[in-house]
């Protein structure tokens, strides 16, 4: 928390994204049987899992467990995550008439959510807790597409196409997600992410015409909480500036783009996450602590705080725990103040 208000840290906080999860054998066995989206409706389930990393890495955070198609199943979206491929939607959204399928979230909607985040806060003491969602974009990837998409394409065919009936998604998406976050930060968390993973197949005007406006929106709408918002795309090299500015406090960053440029890009006053190539963690231990070194001396332009450590994207399912573990105690080692 301090590190995303530039205020001085013992050492570099770190967490990664994607540790709850697969790489983890105590979370495959707590998950046996339970369906992905039904796990993230179980209360006691959702705080065990969201506890394992923090037991086994001993990393300075806690992301929430769920899944950006949450909120979107909460307001009655047929959307099922199917095992190996991601979240799967039964009927895209392509018109006008679809939208309406789209109302707004009430936290009455989510009432597992709050509990789950009530179970947590009391459990994690003074480790925060991250809540998260989706950006607009993002999730008006997925229900355009239908799924998982390499190219976007019915996604920028509405985008430019219908740019009436892409605003007045994004604009409804906007209201879901604020609504999805203010009920994790009312619950408790202490931070929120907002992830948006496949913003980074856009060139910079696309962007700031077509997309920030909506996730400018979701900012504005959690302000008020004084907590810290952080904002992260993949492949987000030339957009980092405009994420900045759409009203993150802190900007994630992936692996093509070192710390220290990022930190031009993004401007004074704002904190930064990320940005070790997660494929790294398959070298051997010695490989990986020189480039989380680099990492960290990049980090340096922002002077002796307001860095985040984690990776560059999420943990993969064949990591080796043991590997990330180790790489928690370096970075606490190694940025020792
Ligand atoms: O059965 C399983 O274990 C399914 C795998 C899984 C998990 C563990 C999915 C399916 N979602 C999750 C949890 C999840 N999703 C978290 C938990 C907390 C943590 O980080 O530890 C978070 C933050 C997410 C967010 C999420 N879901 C994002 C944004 C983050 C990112 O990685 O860029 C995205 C894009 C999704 C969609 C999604 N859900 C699941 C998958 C496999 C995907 C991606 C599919 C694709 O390639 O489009």
């Given at each position: 928390?301090?590190?995303?208000?530039?205020?001085?840290?013992?050492?570099?906080?770190?967490?990664?994204?994607?540790?709850?999860?697969?790489?983890?054998?105590e979370y495959l066995k707590v998950r046996e049987g339970i369906p992905m989206l039904e796990s993230c409706m179980r209360p006691e389930l959702v705080k065990e899992i969201t506890l394992q990393p923090v037991r086994r890495h001993k990393v300075d955070a806690a992301i929430f467990f769920s899944d950006i198609v949450v909120p979107l199943r909460a307001v009655g979206i047929d959307v099922d995550i199917k095992p190996g491929i991601g979240p799967v939607i039964a009927d895209p959204i392509r018109s006008f008439a679809d939208l309406e399928r789209l109302r707004p979230l009430e936290p009455d909607d989510v009432p597992y959510i709050t509990e789950a985040v009530g179970l947590l806060v009391d459990e994690l003491g003074p480790t925060p807790l991250?809540?998260?969602?989706?950006?607009?974009?993002?999730?008006?990837?997925?229900?355009i597409e239908g799924g998982p998409s390499k190219n976007h394409e019915n996604t920028k065919a509405m985008?430019?196409?219908?740019?009436?009936?892409?605003?007045?998604?994004?604009?409804?998406?906007?209201g879901i997600t604020s609504a999805f976050l203010k009920v994790q930060i009312e619950a408790g968390a202490s931070a929120i992410q907002l992830f948006d993973s496949w913003v980074g197949a856009l060139a910079p005007d696309d962007y700031r015409r077509s997309v920030m406006p909506a996730s400018t929106k979701v900012f504005d709408a959690v302000a008020g909480y004084g907590v810290p918002r952080i904002h992260f795309g993949v492949g987000t090299g030339e957009l980092l500036g405009l994420m900045g500015q759409a009203g993150a406090d802190v900007v994630g960053v992936d692996?093509?783009?070192?710390?220290?440029?990022?930190?031009?890009?993004?401007?004074?006053?704002?904190?930064?996450?990320?940005?070790?190539?997660?494929?790294?963690?398959?070298?051997?231990?010695?490989?990986?602590?020189?480039?989380?070194?680099?990492?960290?001396?990049a980090a340096q332009a922002l002077g002796s705080s307001g860095h985040i450590f984690n990776l560059g994207h999420g943990v993969m399912p064949s990591m080796d725990p043991d590997a990330l573990s180790r790489l928690v105690a370096f970075v606490h080692e190694a940025s020792a103040r």
């Open positions: 928390m301090r590190a995303c208000r530039h205020e001085p840290v013992p050492h570099t906080p770190v967490w990664f994204m994607r540790q709850a999860g697969r790489s983890l054998p991250i809540g998260f969602a989706g950006a607009p974009y993002t999730l008006a990837s997925y229900l985008m430019y196409g219908a740019p009436d009936l892409w605003a007045a998604l994004l604009d409804r998406l906007a692996w093509r783009v070192p710390l220290n440029v990022a930190a031009e890009r993004v401007g004074p006053g704002k904190g930064l996450q990320g940005n070790l190539d997660p494929a790294v963690l398959f070298a051997p231990t010695r490989a990986v602590e020189t480039k989380a070194r680099e990492v960290l001396h």
